[in-house]
């Protein structure tokens, strides 16, 4: 099993930075991608940034030129700098990770971390 535990959330006023960090532990033989996820209106969540473990990177059209992910492979670990946030980023945020289980990938997902963005 793969344990995904994100954190980093908080208030901030418009304009201000958070930075939202994401580990991965458990039995598995290496993360295929790390990704950031936020829980748009309705029961999708929409992506916000994704790295692979090739280091391609694909950004939401709305958060390009503010956000940056990254990650650490070694640590097992990625992470999303948010920096001149808006209200509207005002959201729950979600990791995930998928894994590469034997011959299998499978996804997992962190608890969430909440972003409150006040003006």
């Known amino acids: 099993q793969v344990h995904v535990v994100d954190s980093g959330g908080g208030l901030v006023q418009a304009g201000g930075s958070l930075r939202l960090s994401c580990v991965a532990s458990?039995?598995?033989?290496?993360?295929?991608?790390m990704g950031w996820y936020r829980q748009a209106p309705g029961p999708q969540r929409e992506l916000v940034a994704l790295?692979?473990?090739?280091?391609?990177?694909n950004y939401a059209d709305s958060v390009k030129g503010r956000f940056t992910i990254s990650r650490d492979n070694a640590k097992s670990t990625v992470y999303l700098q948010m920096n001149s946030l808006k209200p509207e980023d005002t959201d729950a945020y979600y990791c995930?990770?998928?894994?590469?289980?034997?011959?299998?990938?499978?996804?997992?997902w962190g608890q969430g971390t909440q972003v409150t963005v006040s003006v």
């Open positions: 995930n990770v998928r894994a590469v289980i034997g011959p299998w990938t499978k996804d997992f």
């Open positions: 790295i692979t473990s090739d280091g391609i990177i």
């Open positions: 458990g039995s598995f033989s290496s993360i295929d991608r």
